[in-house]
């Protein structure tokens, strides 16, 4: 059964509803920011724009301390942004700072990936993590 926390998400954020219950049950949640006020409109507004699953997450946590395979982003592909699509994520990231929140944007479809070829796994490498 899925917590509270994790059903939230997946009534909030679109990408938490296209992951199977398996993966959404073990990401780890620290790092993701529940979108509320603002920060829904923006993430909508900036989903729509760039026709990509956008995530909110928390500016200031990448925990490490974790297995590779509880982060999102060392699971989902993250979108190729062309460069106005990235001047835009920009603009909102900057309007987002104020509340500590930045954004991921991920590719739509969803596309599964090998989470030990992920960005992120080069962070779990670098720290001795892997």
Same mark, same amino acid.
């Given at each position: 059964?899925?917590? $509270?926390?994790?059903?939230? !998400?997946?009534?909030?954020? &679109?990408? !938490? ?10 990401? %780890?949640?620290? #790092?993701?920011? $529940? &979108?509320? /006020?603002?920060?829904? =409109?923006?993430?909508? %507004? ?7 699953? =956008? ?10 301390? +974790?297995?590779?395979? +509880? ?6 592909? #993250?979108?190729? $942004? ?14 987002? *700072?104020?509340? /500590?929140? +930045?954004? =991921? =944007?991920?590719?739509? &479809?969803?596309?599964?990936? %090998? &989470?030990? *070829?992920?960005?992120?796994? %080069?962070?779990?490498? *670098?720290? #001795? *993590?892997?």
């Amino acid at each position: 059964m899925l917590s $509270l926390e994790v059903r939230n !998400f997946q009534r909030e954020v &679109p990408l !938490f509803a296209q992951l199977p219950e398996a993966m959404v049950s073990t990401l %780890d949640l620290s #790092g993701f920011y $529940l &979108p509320k /006020g603002l920060i829904t =409109v923006w993430r909508f %507004d900036l989903e729509k724009e760039l026709r990509q699953f =956008v995530v909110s997450y928390r500016a200031e946590v990448c925990n490490l301390d +974790t297995p590779l395979d +509880t982060h999102l982003c060392a699971l989902v592909r #993250g979108a190729n $942004l062309r460069e106005d699509q990235k001047e835009l994520l920009n603009q909102y990231e900057a309007r987002s *700072k104020r509340f /500590g929140v +930045t954004y =991921v =944007v991920y590719q739509k &479809p969803v596309e599964f990936i %090998d &989470p030990y *070829k992920s960005a992120i796994s %080069d962070l779990y490498r *670098k720290y #001795g *993590k892997l």
